[in-house]
């Protein structure tokens, strides 16, 4: 046999090699991306069309969260929330626009306290995607009813608040995560 035809088979060999790690990369990632992002991944797919640019997507939120600082709450911070949380689930009886007001507003800032950029809501969502992706389509849904409920339309019956208020109390929570404190903060 020739020794072009020996190179043209090594080629041919190499690039099958290739295009195989090539696909398994492919899959694996596409694997990483389902795990860590859930429905959310789904929900993408959908809204994108195609999935090759939905998986851009996702990968370009990973990239840009690794960059915020977020941080835990204080154990202090932890509290003075839960009780802000409890009073405003106490006025939801008496006034369950404005208790969806105010867990919209206090969701908000436990973000900001975290250390998650809140001037937009869609990217909002998409920060709080990667690290809480079961709860998201949460936040979408209570602010969906927060926006309704303020309309001017009065189109928010007290179902939809009650649910959006549910969707709220489930991020919120979320956003909250207990943890045990840090030797230093023992100390004090």
């Given amino acids: ?31 990483q991306l389902k795990d860590r992002f859930g429905s959310e991944y789904d929900r993408t797919v959908s809204e994108r069309g195609e999935r090759r640019a939905a998986e851009k997507e996702l990968a370009d939120r990973e990239r840009k969260r690794e960059q915020l600082d977020i941080v835990p709450l204080s154990a202090q911070a932890q509290k003075e929330y839960s009780a802000d949380w409890r009073a405003v689930q106490g006025q939801f009886v008496d006034d369950p626009a404005d208790a969806v007001n105010e867990a919209d507003r206090l969701v908000t800032a436990v973000m900001r306290d975290r250390g998650y950029p809140i001037d937009d809501f869609d990217q909002r969502a998409e920060d709080i995607s990667v690290d809480h992706p079961d709860v998201v389509e949460n936040y979408r849904a209570a602010h969906a009813v927060y926006v309704k409920a303020n309309d001017g339309n009065g189109g928010a019956g007290t179902e939809d608040l009650r649910q959006g208020f549910v969707h709220y109390r489930a991020l919120f929570n979320e956003l909250l995560e207990t943890r045990e404190p840090t030797t230093e903060e023992a100390k004090r």
Avoid at 3 to 29: D, H, K, N, P
């Fill in 1 to 31: 046999m020739p020794t072009w035809a020996w190179i043209l088979i090594v080629v041919v060999a190499a690039l099958i090699v290739l295009g195989a790690i090539a696909a398994w990369m492919q899959q694996r990632r596409r694997a």
